[in-house]
């Protein structure tokens, strides 16, 4: 178990100051709101929002309509205080996005990767941070989604999926260039960030988010905690084994990702992009529908034993697979309900999102933004960047 900082009355002010941000990261609300919301005294809401309001991180907006007597005053978080930045790594590409607070997006950039070793892709990510580097307002911190096994707690890339690294501290190779705090991480963790700050995970305590592409990911939300095991290799669920073959990238055979992944379905269909495979689909051609429904129905199978593992509230499916939607739900739903035991589906939801690359950047930013608005309860997070401590600005 990891050591938390000793209660006292300045911790406790950060953990609610915590609450009040949280509540106005979704709009206008008034000090008595903000009250009755928390379960905060008004006295210790107004001291809060006052030192908030010195700060910088929030501003009074409007008053608004009253029944008699004073209007009360509208408050809400300053998106302009700060900013941050989101990367998304791909084997060819780094696409960037500066987010405000309310992970807004206020500028992009995208830059080629001319090789994928280390070195390589650190010197071009921090020349993609620098020319997104807002020029007043603080830098908060970057995130970074890249696929692979990654250490969140220390930033280290135990393996990445489609290079050569082992045990790279990108993290600290990146901080150390930039002079700001890095967090990385899976890239499906990021999409999981983007669904809980703006997609159908808003307020979903469990919720799993399923990314289709080249691979299978999966990103899960439990009790409301975004969960990445014990060394940050929760979630490869495109390596269970499904069948006696074919032979897998990661040395294995019969994975999930090597059945129904975008290599097989190209390998399959003979086509040269997911869209190009989908159109042959589309036009009636009878071999392709059946890769795709044999796609969705595995998938399906798949599906249907993590929710009967988890028993998620919500589902989402991710990535460029899913504009494929139309022809791989039919074998997909089918499935579905063969596969989950009786009762787990009753409140379930299955949602397809077809999020983009610049998507991915900003659930990157969404998860240092995520950070950002908790207090540092561990002795070891002092120095870690939060709106919730009265160093933040």
């Known amino acids: 178990m990891q050591p938390v900082r000793v209660g006292s009355k300045e911790l406790i002010r950060e953990i609610n100051s915590s609450l009040l941000l949280a509540e106005l990261r979704g709009g206008l609300l008034s000090r008595t709101e903000l009250a009755k919301r928390t379960g905060l005294s008004l006295p210790t809401v107004s001291e809060i929002v006052a030192e908030l309001l010195r700060r910088g991180v929030v501003e009074e907006r409007e008053t608004a309509l009253s029944g008699g007597g004073r209007k009360p005053v509208l408050l809400a978080l300053k998106a302009d205080a700060g900013f941050v930045i989101g990367i998304k790594v791909t084997e060819t590409r780094v696409i960037g996005v500066r987010t405000d607070l309310n992970a807004g997006i206020v500028a992009r950039a995208t830059a080629t990767v001319p090789a994928d070793d280390v070195p390589t892709v650190v010197r071009v990510i921090t020349k993609l941070v620098r020319g997104l580097r807002p020029k007043s307002a603080p830098l908060y911190g970057v995130g970074v989604g890249l696929a692979g096994v ?56 469990d919720m799993a988010v ?45 994975c999930l990702e090597a059945v129904i992944g975008g290599p097989a379905i190209l390998a399959r269909t003979g086509q040269r992009t997911l869209d190009d495979a989908a159109a042959l689909a589309r036009a009636g ?86 950070e950002l608005f908790q207090p540092n309860l561990r002795p070891d997070e002092a120095g870690r960047p939060s709106l919730t401590a009265r160093s933040a600005s």
């Open 285 to 370: 051609d009878a071999g392709a529908r059946a890769v795709f429904d044999e796609v969705g129905r595995t998938l399906g199978t798949a599906v249907g034993n993590l929710v009967n593992l988890l028993n998620p509230k919500l589902i989402v499916l991710a990535g460029e697979g899913t504009r494929a939607g139309e022809l791989i739900r039919p074998g997909f739903d089918a499935m579905l309900r063969s596969s989950v035991f009786d009762g787990l589906q009753r409140d379930l939801e299955i949602v397809v999102d077809e999020w983009d690359d610049e998507a991915w950047a900003r659930g990157a930013a969404g998860l240092f933004l995520g």
């Open 150 to 205: 990654v250490d969140r707690a220390s930033g280290v890339v135990r393996h990445a999926t489609y290079a050569d690294w082992r045990d790279v501290d990108l993290a600290g190779l990146l901080a150390d260039k930039l002079g700001v705090p890095v967090v990385v991480d899976n890239d499906v963790n990021t999409l999981v960030a983007n669904e809980q700050w703006f997609g159908a995970g808003r307020g979903v305590s």
């Open 210 to 254: 399923v990314s289709i592409g080249r691979g299978i990911g999966l990103g899960m939300v439990l009790d409301g905690r975004l969960y990445r095991g014990a060394g940050g290799g929760a979630g490869e669920f495109g390596h269970l084994k499904v069948a006696d073959g074919p032979d897998c990238a990661c040395g294995g055979s019969g």
